[in-house]
């Protein structure tokens, strides 16, 4: 296989965009009162030259008249902006190299936050996402956008997504390969807390009492003023052990899920989600 070399011209900074939307992205406390701290911020690296990284496109959109700006997802340097000069070029060999899903090694320049992308060559070994399965990968894709900040490595996270698109690609049940990536990005940025132990009081969760789960806080009994979801004890257990056999844990985590995700978003609109959702009603 050999590596595709971009052409050169002048980058400018650019807004991120969400896939196939068009619209800009840009720990448990004792004490039940106070808010509990996300982890410090990794150190920003911007190297002159990187080379050989596994890497997936995110997202890719023009770039002036004949380049790309191409969110990456790569495995030691996080997310990256990348320009892909000439990339929109008719005989450019990039065009097909840059699609999502298609796992690469990527090499680009630069110090800025906006580098240039030097080098993609596609290594393969994966199955392509194929109908719902694909509209799934967006939907991940859209989530590593909007919830994760440039340049922050998550190595681990990395690995999980590239296990979670082979799930996808043999068919392994959809809402259950989700709930774990889902659960999985909350832990590693840091927002999601242990679901296991009672915030308030760090006693175990019992299975068979009823909790909720404080965004910022993480799980403690549920009370009759609660409006939040309110999910079993098992339910949370159950999660954290990657166990979904239960109907009632798949019915109760997706709510969960689409509560903490609604918290740490603002309120902005996953448009992928919606997608899944209205084919679900056909």
């Known amino acids: 296989m050999s590596t595709l070399t971009a052409d050169h011209d002048t980058a400018e900074p650019v807004s991120t965009l969400v896939p196939g939307t068009g619209a800009d992205t840009g720990s448990a406390l004792s004490a039940p009162t106070a808010r509990r701290p996300r982890p410090p911020v990794r150190e920003r690296t911007f190297g002159t030259k990187v080379g050989g990284q596994p890497a997936f496109v995110l997202h890719s959109y023009p770039h002036r008249e004949t380049s790309l700006i191409v969110d990456?997802?790569?495995?030691?340097?996080?997310?990256?902006?990348?320009?892909?000069?000439?990339?929109?070029?008719?005989?450019?060999?990039?065009?097909?190299?840059?699609?999502?899903?298609?796992?690469?090694?990527a090499g680009w320049s630069g110090k800025s936050e906006l580098r240039v992308l030097t080098s993609a060559e596609w290594v393969g070994g994966?199955?392509?996402?194929?109908?719902?399965?694909?509209?799934?990968?967006?939907?991940?894709?859209?989530?590593?956008v909007k919830l994760l900040a440039r340049d922050d490595a998550h190595p681990a996270l990395f690995?999980?997504?590239?296990?979670?698109?082979?799930?996808?690609?043999?068919?392994e049940p959809a809402p259950i390969v989700?709930?774990?990536f889902e659960l999985a990005l909350l832990k590693e940025t840091g927002v999601?807390?242990?679901?296991?132990?009672?915030?308030?009081?760090?006693?175990?969760?019992v299975a068979e009492r009823l909790y909720v789960v404080d965004p910022e806080r993480g799980p403690r009994p549920e009370c009759a003023s609660d409006t939040w979801p309110r999910v079993a004890g098992k339910t949370l257990l159950d999660m954290e052990r990657e166990e979904y056999a239960d109907t009632a844990t798949q019915?109760?985590?997706?709510?969960?899920?689409?509560f903490l995700l609604a918290h740490h978003l603002g309120g902005a609109p996953l448009n992928t989600r919606q997608i899944l959702i209205d084919l679900m009603q056909l």
């Open 192 to 205: 999601a807390a242990d679901l296991t132990r009672c915030t308030a009081t760090r006693e175990a969760i």
């Open 72 to 105: 990456m997802f790569t495995r030691d340097y996080g997310r990256v902006a990348l320009v892909a000069k000439g990339a929109k070029r008719p005989h450019s060999q990039l065009r097909g190299v840059l699609q999502t899903f298609q796992p690469l090694q």
């Open 251 to 258: 019915a109760q985590s997706k709510q969960l899920m689409r």
């Open 178 to 180: 989700l709930r774990k």
């Open 126 to 144: 994966m199955l392509p996402l194929e109908k719902t399965a694909l509209l799934c990968g967006f939907y991940l894709n859209e989530l590593l």
């Open 159 to 171: 690995d999980h997504y590239v296990a979670t698109l082979n799930q996808l690609a043999h068919n």
